[in-house]
């Protein structure tokens, strides 16, 4: 079975940062600051509407069948092993291998009719991430962004929210989940680690232990005071030592802020809540995400991989990993819901494609982006709704048939993004967000 953090290329997450890329797509918080303390932040055309997200991306490709979209009428070698079961809305049913987001189907809209044509990982992983088709092959393991992530474009366009970045991700990102042109500054700060340690911390945003609040605010107005000699270049945009005070003064309202350091500490999260979620790495950073969006940050991306099941597909569903990401992702949409959020935050479940009809001789699935199910939950979405449809045995999405343009077209609409905008490379070269991307209007109450 395909590891956690691999997929049927067999390329891992040290692989990726071993090629020197890390730096492109993923950075430390120090690491953002430093980057966008020498760019100004872009104005938004128009206020922008305060939708956040949170995208668990299920990298490998999780099965429609296995899901959302049983297909129990189908013959045995098409419908697997598990049965369909009604969820709480009447009419509309999910696999039994999913019991908890079924029973809160009413909560969620389930787009069953997604579909492109490109069966890599690289060139899915790209396609769903960016509403882009990559312009040339990319390889099972590519690891190249060539349009940036939905997390990198709402980053562009809001900015640091009261400190904090617009864009985060848990605990890697997802190979396009990049910024391409729009620079580092835009990457995710990633927060890596267990947040079901005891122990857990998130790094760059906590003073060391020697050094006391106290201590630390006299530093800074020492700083201040030092700073306040007069330099004959501080008019100059491009001073080296304005973008570090830049720099240093974002870091250092980010330490010392309690707002942050609250989102950032999970150990304060009411215990009944954290059991709800489940008690291992991917539920708590669900819980974690939903304090990240309560705090202000735009997008956060769960990244949650091992769904690429070319073998034994029906026991990896009985397993652990399925029923922490049943678990978890419909404790969240409830917690939300509960805490008067879900209408503000847009919840998506996805991956890069959907398996195949039949299964194969290993009993398992292979890729297939003919027929994708996405859940999504809040942000303006219709409770209770089905949109779209795949045929009798789910080959090929067959009713109200969307591609990945049209998805991201409603993504960025729903956070009050405008699709149809034209970005420009560094080298001036216009690049427009969504090309022909028409809006999925199902899923707009």
């Not at 396609?127 to 040339?136: E, F």
């Not at 304090?291 to 569903?317: C, M, N, P, Q």
């Not at 194969?360 to 809040?378: E, F, I, Q, T, Y």
Request: with cysteine; aromatic share 8%.
């Amino acid at each position: 079975m395909i590891g956690l953090s691999q997929n049927c290329a067999g390329v891992t997450r040290r692989d990726f940062l071993q090629l020197g890329l890390g730096g492109m797509i993923g950075a430390g918080f120090s690491d953002l600051l430093r980057l966008r303390a020498s760019a100004a932040v872009p104005s938004a055309a128009s206020p922008l509407a305060r939708v956040n997200c949170i995208m668990i991306w299920l990298d490998g490709g999780p099965s429609h069948y296995e899901s959302f979209d049983p297909k129990p009428d189908a013959p045995s070698d098409i419908r697997g092993e598990f049965k369909s079961i009604p969820t709480d809305v009447p009419g509309i049913h999910y696999s039994e291998a999913v019991p908890h987001l079924a029973k809160v189907a009413s909560k969620t809209t389930v787009i069953r009719s997604i579909a492109h044509k490109d069966p890599n990982h690289g060139g899915g992983n790209h396609y769903m991430m960016t509403g882009a088709p990559t312009p040339v092959p990319v390889a099972c393991g590519a690891f190249v962004t060539f349009h940036p992530s939905f997390g990198s474009v709402v980053s562009y366009q809001r900015g640091l929210q009261d400190g904090m970045p617009a864009y985060m991700s848990l605990p890697q990102v997802s190979r396009s989940g990049g910024p391409n042109f729009l620079g580092g500054k835009h990457a995710p700060f990633i927060i890596n680690g267990n947040p079901n340690d005891k122990a857990f911390q998130v790094r760059d945003v906590v003073l060391p232990p020697e050094v006391s609040e106290a201590r630390a605010a006299n530093r800074r107005s020492l700083r201040t005071a030092l700073d306040r000699m007069h330099r004959y270049t501080d008019k100059l945009m491009d001073d080296p030592a304005i973008v570090f005070d830049q720099y240093y003064q974002q870091g250092t309202d980010l330490v010392l802020s309690p707002k942050a350091q609250a989102a950032f500490d999970i150990h304060r999260e009411n215990e009944k809540v954290r059991d709800a979620y489940g008690r291992s790495d991917f539920g708590q950073r669900l819980l974690m995400a939903r304090r990240l969006v309560e705090a202000g940050v735009s997008w956060v991306t769960v990244y949650y991989g091992g769904w690429d099941h070319h073998t034994k597909i029906f026991d990896a569903y009985k397993g652990d990993h399925v029923k922490r990401m049943d678990q978890g992702v419909a404790s969240l949409i409830n917690d939300l819901d509960q805490r008067g959020m879900l209408d503000q935050t847009l919840v998506l479940l996805l991956g890069e494609f959907g398996r195949t009809p039949k299964v194969n001789k290993d009993a398992g699935r292979d890729h297939w982006p003919h027929a994708m199910s996405v859940l999504a939950a809040g942000g303006g979405s219709p409770r209770g709704a089905v949109i779209g449809a795949t045929d009798a045995k789910g080959y090929h999405a067959a009713e109200n048939v969307f591609r990945p343009e049209d998805f991201a077209a409603s993504v960025y609409t729903k956070m009050g993004i405008d699709p149809h905008q034209t970005l420009h490379t560094n080298t001036g070269r216009p690049v427009q967000l969504v090309s022909n991307g028409r809006l999925i209007r199902e899923w707009f109450t």
